[in-house]
């Protein structure tokens, strides 16, 4: 299954070329999703991942983005469904 979600992220100072950080993103398993930059300093990934549950999804975009952007903050998700 196909599962929708928005992630956000507060950005470290140092960590804010959004260039390379799209290159990171990509590299890092992210492909599956739009970047976004709205706000100097945050970042918003729109993923559409195939995964077995929601949770999978979810936890796995996470853990990419962490590998990729390991000094970013998670400060919100957004979804249509409900992790258990």
């Not at 992220?9 to 590299?27: P, V």
């Not at 992210?30 to 729109?46: E, H, I, P, T």
């Not at 975009?61 to 919100?76: C, G, Q, S």
């Amino acid at each position: 299954m196909e599962f929708a979600f928005t992630l956000r992220y507060r950005l470290a100072q140092h960590d804010c070329d959004y260039d390379a950080l799209a290159g990171r993103l990509a590299a890092s398993d992210c492909a599956d999703a739009v970047v976004g930059v709205g706000r100097n300093g945050y970042l918003a990934l729109s993923f559409l991942r195939e995964a077995g549950s929601a949770e999978a999804a979810l936890s796995g975009a996470i853990a990419d983005v962490e590998r990729a952007v390991p000094t970013a903050e998670l400060i919100d998700i957004r979804s249509d469904f409900m992790p258990n």
